[in-house]
């Protein structure tokens, strides 16, 4: 059944040098495209085993059982190999496409049909012939369908051998060195296809593919192993990644160095023949880079190393590569020099540092003013405290001694009607005393308001300490959230505008109702004192006295409007509006 000749020793020979070279894809069929390759050996690998055991064999129908088997081999491996290196030129993104796969799937598969069914229907061959050569060899006559299975192997072979002259001119040195291997070992097997199919006489019946497919597979060891083709393949970087500032480190997943670009290469000091040493080895001078390329991905890391005697500031970044499949197959480390724009911001923030300290120096600069204007405004006010206490109070008592005086000659004539007129003088005199007596004792024992005070309740306090003691009837009205909005900086000048109507009502008005109405929004502040009082004709009025000029400041301070409204008989009304915020 079998006779050993020299073409099929040949093949077994060709055949234990692919076992070897799937056996090594094998082990790597985790990196990109690795498990096109490896797939793809394995079937190079059966279909130099079925076509040795072909050319061995003596009897047709076995030669034409192992025929049949060839076509698993070939025509899986050209479709694998061929989705190999559309993988390895970059082009991950037609791998994803459906109709690409399932091409991949179905051509293949006609081919494969077409001999399995040939008894059926002869299109693939119609017979045998013994060949002129010997050996056992056989030629079989083609049918109509072999221009088919050739159109599709040679499209497969068209996407190998294109891609790969593509990839020759792009890349680094390592990638292109790679791709020339390949299409020179791709080369190969496609000129002895050829003779194949020129027929020649000589030699007609031998198919040289698989023969040379020995070269072919020596030509992948020296890939596999020099040139490391099956652990990361950079190929379309060029414009890409060589022009870029940053530097680029690639490690696989055994973090070893698999690429770099010529910033890296520089700053480093890496050189070619480092690609395949560990990054143990290739950054052995730079500790910090080390641990961050066998740390996981995370955010932007920054680091500063120590080269030359100078320091540079790098911010890393790590991020795993996966293929089509979503297989990890490396590491992509990018470092930027940040060193610049790291003095930039150690500047900016030592300068932000001297304006904030400028800013505490001006806000403590403030409060010490805030406080010496209260201590002035309280100075201010015990002066006018001592100017009142001189002016309403000495008049008030003199006027009472002048009123005695004339009460006692007005006794001594007998004149009684007279007397009892000024007895009630006196009286008046004195109550009117009293009052302004009770009102500078409650000024002086009262506080300065601030942001903390209790607005209404200090207002509360002075009414019942000074208008409700006299008999008057004084009432405070205000909404619920009236104090939930009205600022707190503004409660200090509001408390002395409200102080200075209230003590005004009491000095002249006589008045015996007076209501405090407070009115405030998100938008608007109203307040507004009014009495039942006396009343006066505004437009005989003088300008006003300090208290009037008190009152129309802070009405200015707090940016609001000040009216005073009077008449004769008719009480007097004060009235301030504000915008909140303005």
């Known amino acids: 059944m079998f006779e050993l000749t020299n073409i099929s020793l040949i093949l077994f020979a060709t055949t234990a040098v692919n076992f070897f070279t799937a056996y090594i894809s094998w082990q790597r069929r985790k990196t990109k495209g690795g498990i096109y390759f490896a797939f793809g050996m394995i079937g190079v690998t059966f279909w130099t085993l079925t076509t040795g055991l072909d050319y061995s064999s003596t009897s047709i129908p076995l030669k034409v059982f192992f025929a049949k088997l060839e076509t698993i081999g070939y025509n899986s491996a050209l479709a694998l190999l061929a989705l190999f290196i559309l993988s390895y030129a970059g082009h991950d993104d037609w791998l994803k496409k459906w109709w690409v796969n399932l091409s991949f799937i179905i051509l293949p598969i006609s081919n494969i049909l077409l001999a399995w069914t040939n008894d059926l229907h002869g299109w693939l061959w119609t017979g045998f012939t013994a060949s002129e050569f010997g050996d056992n060899v056989v030629v079989f006559h083609h049918g109509p369908a072999f221009i088919w299975v050739a159109i599709v192997d040679y499209l497969m072979t068209a996407i190998i ?134 740390s996981s991905p995370a955010d932007t890391v920054q680091t500063i190393i120590e080269k030359e005697g100078k320091s540079k500031v790098l911010d890393m970044r790590l991020t795993l590569l996966e293929d089509n499949r979503g297989q990890l197959y490396g590491k992509l480390i990018v470092f930027r020099d940040i060193t610049e724009r790291y003095h930039m911001e150690q500047a900016l923030e030592q300068r932000l540092f001297e304006i904030k300290k400028l800013h505490e120096n001006l806000q403590q600069t403030q409060a010490q003013l805030v406080e010496q204007q209260r201590a002035l405004a309280i100075l201010e006010e015990r002066q006018r405290l001592g100017r009142d206490m001189h002016d309403s109070v000495n008049q008030s008592i003199h006027s009472s001694m002048l009123f005695s005086e004339t009460l006692v000659a007005l006794l001594e004539k007998g004149q009684t009607e007279k007397a009892i007129q000024v007895a009630e003088r006196i009286q008046e005199s004195g109550q009117q005393a009293l009052k302004e007596i009770r009102l500078l004792v409650y000024e002086t024992q009262s506080r300065l308001a601030d942001e903390s005070t209790d607005l209404i309740g200090a207002l509360e306090e002075r009414l019942n300490m000074v208008e409700r003691r006299f008999g008057i009837r004084a009432e405070i009205i205000f909404d619920t959230d009236t104090m939930k909005y009205c600022p707190a900086a503004w409660r200090e000048n509001l408390y002395w505008m409200i102080m200075e109507a209230l003590n005004n009502s009491l000095k002249h008005a006589k008045a015996r109702n007076i209501k405090v109405l407070f009115h405030c929004t998100g938008e608007q502040l109203e307040v507004e004192v009014k009495d039942d009082g006396t009343g006066f004709e505004p437009g005989q009025a003088r300008g006003g006295g300090f208290g009037m000029r008190t009152m129309r400041e802070r009405a200015e301070i707090l940016g609001g409007e000040l009216s005073v409204q009077s008449s004769p008989g008719h009480g007097t009304r004060v009235y301030f509006k504000a915008k909140i915020g303005t």
């Open 161 to 294: 051998l294109i891609n790969l002259w593509q990839t020759t001119s792009k890349g680094s040195e390592l990638s292109r060195r790679q791709a020339r291997l390949l299409f020179l070992a791709t080369i190969f097997p496609v000129l002895s296809n050829l003779i194949y199919l020129v027929n020649i006489p000589a030699v007609s019946g031998i198919d040289w593919t698989s023969i040379t497919f020995s070269i072919t597979g020596m030509f992948f060891l020296i890939a596999l192993y020099g040139r490391r083709l099956l652990d990361i393949v950079p190929i379309a970087r060029h414009t890409m990644i060589e022009k870029m500032t940053d530097y680029i480190l690639v490690l696989d997943m055994q973090n070893r160095v698999m690429d770099f670009n010529s910033a890296t290469q520089e700053n480093f000091n890496i050189k070619e023949n480092d690609i395949g040493n560990t990054v143990n080895d290739v950054m052995a001078a730079w500790p910090e880079i080390i641990a961050f390329s066998l």
